[in-house]
């Protein structure tokens, strides 16, 4: 029973370079969240699905964007990083009841 | 705007104290309300969660939270605090799961 997963664990980018973050959960839940936590400031959700093919604008959207073409995945991009998305970012998935929470991907932007 | 906050943002307790951690919501609908628990280093672990009935909810490792509806709060309790307990605290609102800034938990020997 895997829970929700993401890939990669830890990554560094140069500034500008591109990459997409994987969520995967296996519990069939309909929502679906990203947030990044830093220090001092908690979790902040960047974009969340409410199902298939649906996406929103979470407190702070700027310099990302999302997919999820399939119920099971919630894609994360980074178009061109910047060292301000020097982050641990968090992927959720609910029912909607509680969330349940990956890993996380800690992400370094130098 | 539709917020969950948490005023404290480190408490030091000692431990075999009782704790309160305070968290308030500014949502207008009847709230599903969580606190959930992070470690350094590791994810978030659900403590408890709110949804309808009775107002006070038990959870793991001995937390306890109360909703008043009067207060918009869900404050977190336990009546003795262990030094496993240190980490930070947070209390969420699944309108659209968003997160308090957090509570981090010292305890003292």
């Known amino acids: 029973n895997a829970g929700v997963t993401q890939t990669p664990k830890f990554r560094v980018l140069k500034t500008g370079q591109s990459m997409t973050l994987l969520c995967a959960q296996d519990?069939?839940?309909?929502?679906m969240y990203w947030y990044r936590q830093d220090p001092g400031m908690g979790l902040r959700l960047i974009h969340y699905s409410v199902g298939e093919g649906t996406t929103a604008k979470g407190e702070v959207p700027d310099g990302y964007n999302v997919s999820r073409l399939k119920k099971q995945n919630f894609l994360l991009g980074l178009e061109s990083a910047a060292p301000s998305q020097t982050s641990v970012y968090f992927c959720?998935?609910?029912?909607?009841?509680?969330?349940?929470f990956g890993q996380g991907t800690r992400l370094t932007v130098v | 705007a539709q917020s969950v906050t948490q005023p404290d943002i480190h408490i030091t307790v000692s431990e075999g104290a009782s704790l309160e951690l305070r968290c308030n919501y500014s949502?207008?609908?009847?709230?599903?309300l969580f606190w959930y628990v992070q470690s350094p280093g590791q994810g978030l672990q659900l403590l408890l969660k709110y949804f309808s009935g009775d107002t006070l909810v038990q959870g793991i490792k001995g937390f306890e939270a109360e909703f008043k509806r009067s207060q918009s709060s869900f404050n977190l309790r336990k009546p003795s605090v262990h030094w496993s307990d240190a980490a930070e605290y947070f209390c969420?609102?699944?309108?659209?799961?968003?997160f308090g800034a957090g509570t981090r938990l010292t305890v003292k020997p």
């Open positions: 969420a609102h699944s309108n659209d799961m968003r």
């Open positions: 959720a998935s609910s029912y909607p009841s509680e969330a349940f």
């Open positions: 519990m069939n839940h309909e929502y």
């Open positions: 949502y207008g609908a009847t709230p599903y």
